[in-house]
């Protein structure tokens, strides 16, 4: 009967609409439930495409190819790419802006999903964004460090996602010639890391005019902003006029002109550099940033003349930049010039001021990588770079500056001597310093003899906190655990790094060495330091031999495929780390034994010690040399400069050392006969 009649009901017409009502809101709970997510794909088929503006740019064209190519590999569907005046229903909608910093919004209706990024490149990484919220990683260049999973449905939470880069640019320098051989593959990492520039380094000219400029348009999709240069500034006042133009070249302290690294600022050479400066910007368009810096020496390569000795290795260096700004000005005024704030240039300037078009390059090589840039309880950190660092942000305009990179060594193979120190606190927290200052662009450094064997996991934490300062370390350190090695390995692996880590630290943590080294093998002889060095060093030797046994352990119950490739690698990595740890520890102990030996220090009994170290060291060396055989392709290029950087180099001195102890072995014993 109709309800609304007043009409008398039934107790069994009750019960009858109970049961209506009860299944009625069933199923209203069941379509809310459902409307909680949104199915993209599912069983080879989707309502949805890909809408487009009209007129899209390269950027936003590419990332619609990038989202259909991802999704054809996860559920084997293609998505139609159109371009469409406004969005219309069951359209994934990709779209940029035209702001200065990058950011994205994710909006997932029923219907539509919208990608909408600040800027043209930001939605592209909304894309890659979408696509990390269906289980795919990028964590290095090629097959092995793509993730990408296979599932017959794709299926999306409903609401809203928006994120904001912590830096305006996030920045690569890719700074070893193997690089090059990869550079697509670099390109494409970049992009899906959300890095928006790249400065390229140590290549001649002539290949970028040659080969460089093939990439454009790789470079273009991903909206990326290039530099270029390096160690150039030797090049442009060139040492073969040294024969007849003698003025143009450093006094050295002796009271001698000297062809030898940085030329005299205050003489006609700076003319030179200006003239040759011009004639090298030709074809060179399509840079924001040009590095020319002065030779790449520990200090002492300045001029002592009487017009120049007022002036501090900073302020001569930057007399330079001065002039080279001049020309840019004149050339390129969109671009800007480096001063490189480095070794002997870190000390901030008194007596002179930069160009508008120069900025600030910080580049604390041997500050302490074990602890963040601002921690107060390093105090190397604390007392050696953050006083100078201040000083140069003041100099340079601080927050309201936008040309200040903070450039850092976080994958600097040569300072960490080829090994991954994953560094999974610091870089977070120095990218929370930085941000807060408003530093304009956070900069690394990728430089290793070797083609990296697995990824190196401080690469991936620079990408993450240079997108969001704020990421916890932990976090990406377990997501890359989980993902790259599987759920079963994650939290063995995670313990690894945790590991790896904590032996890195001891080993390069360098609070007790005071003014500057070039590697942690080359530290200061003082006794004082190496009471405390020495002993960290084994420990780390200690600490990291425990490992690989773990690994092996893990890999024999893996079985074949991906997720035992990737376990192999890094048990391989492992077994370096160990050889170039025990080979450091080694070096620097048996070197420091042999001072002590040859200054009467310590007694024959130690002195041969230190042979049975040195010993040790040379024998490490090798067995490194007999672990690059293992990798004849990938590692043919590390072949070379290992044997310049240390087969011969390290070896020598190591050599010298021996040679020099057994010599006063023998003396002694003569005298004592």
């Not at 990058?102 to 490149?121: A, H, K, N, S, W």
């Not at 690294?261 to 003489?267: A, E, I, K, M, T």
């Amino acid at each position: 009967m109709n309800l609304k009649t007043g009409a008398k009901v039934s107790r069994g017409s009750i019960s009858l609409l109970t049961m209506a009502c009860c299944l009625a809101l069933v199923a209203v709970m069941s379509a809310l439930l459902r409307a909680e997510s949104v199915v993209l794909v599912s069983a080879g088929q989707s309502r949805f495409h890909i809408s487009l503006p009209t007129k899209a740019s390269v950027c936003e064209k590419f990332a619609a190819e990038e989202l259909s190519k991802y999704i054809k590999q996860i559920a084997g569907v293609s998505l139609k790419i159109q371009e469409e005046t406004e969005a219309l229903a069951n359209s994934v909608r990709i779209a940029g802006g035209r702001e200065e910093l990058d950011g994205y919004r994710i909006t997932v209706t029923p219907d539509q999903i919208l990608l909408q990024g600040t800027t043209e490149r930001a939605a592209l990484y909304a894309v890659y964004q979408l696509l990390k919220d269906m289980g795919c990683r990028w964590f290095y260049i090629g097959s092995l460090g793509e993730v990408v999973p296979e599932r017959d449905t794709i299926e999306l939470s409903l609401g809203q996602k928006t994120e904001n880069a912590s830096f305006p640019e996030r920045s690569v320098m890719l700074a070893y010639a193997h690089y090059y051989n990869q550079f697509d593959q670099w390109i494409d990492l970049c992009g899906k890391f959300k890095i928006n520039n790249i400065c390229i380094y140590g290549q001649p000219k002539q290949w970028w005019l040659t080969e460089g400029k093939d990439h454009l348009g790789e470079i273009a999709k991903r909206g990326i902003i290039l530099e270029w240069g390096g160690h150039l500034m030797p090049s442009l006042v060139p040492r073969e006029l040294f024969q007849e133009h003698p003025e143009y070249f450093r006094l050295d302290p002796s009271g001698q002109r000297n062809a030898e690294q940085n030329f005299c600022p205050r003489s006609e050479g700076i003319n030179i550099l200006r003239k040759n400066f011009r004639e090298y910007l030709k074809n060179m368009d399509d840079f924001r940033y040009f590095h020319i810096w002065a030779d790449d020496i520990m200090g002492g390569g300045w001029c002592n003349c009487p017009q120049c000795r007022g002036f501090s290795p900073a302020e001569q260096n930057l007399l330079a930049v001065n002039a080279l700004a001049e020309i840019l000005s004149l050339e390129r005024p969109e671009s800007f010039v480096a001063n490189l704030a480095y070794h002997d240039t870190l000390t901030p300037v008194q007596k002179i001021r930069p160009q508008q078009n120069i900025f600030l390059m910080h580049a604390p090589r041997e500050r302490c990588y074990a602890h963040a840039i601002n921690d107060p309880g390093c105090r190397r950190n604390r007392e050696e770079y953050l006083p100078q660092w201040r000083g140069q942000y003041s100099l340079f305009g601080g927050k309201n500056s936008n040309t200040i990179h903070c450039f850092e060594y976080y994958t600097d193979a040569i300072l960490d001597r080829q090994m991954q120190p994953p560094q999974i606190n610091v870089i977070p927290s120095d990218a929370r310093y930085y941000r807060d200052l408003a530093v304009s662009v956070f900069q690394n450094l990728i430089v290793a003899f070797r083609n990296w064997h697995s990824p190196p996991l401080s690469l991936l934490i620079f990408a993450e906190a240079a997108w969001n300062a704020d990421i916890a370390g932990e976090a990406v350190l377990e997501d890359f655990c989980r993902c790259y090695y599987g759920e079963k390995l994650a939290p063995l692996m995670a313990d690894y790094y945790r590991q790896v880590e904590q032996s890195m630290n001891l080993f390069f943590e360098s609070d007790a060495v005071q003014g500057p080294y070039l590697d942690m093998t080359l530290l200061p002889l003082d006794e004082k330091t190496n009471e405390i060095i020495i002993p960290r060093h084994r420990q780390a030797v200690k600490t990291h031999r425990q490992l690989a046994p773990r690994l092996s352990a893990a890999l024999k119950d893996t079985g074949e495929g991906i997720l035992a490739e990737r376990l192999r690698r890094e048990l391989e990595v492992c077994e370096l780390h160990d050889l170039i740890l025990l080979m450091s520890a080694t070096q620097h102990e048996g070197h420091f034994l042999t001072s002590q030996f040859l200054q009467g220090k310590i007694d024959k009994a130690q002195g041969k010690r230190a042979l049975d170290i040195l010993n040790q060291c040379l024998e490490t060396i090798n067995n490194v040399n007999k672990w690059i055989e293992q990798f004849p392709q990938e590692q043919k290029l590390w072949i070379s400069g290992w044997q310049n950087y240390h087969d011969k180099f390290f070896a020598d001195l190591i050599r010298a050392d021996r040679v020099k102890v057994e010599k006063q072995i023998n003396d002694n014993a003569g005298k004592n006969r």
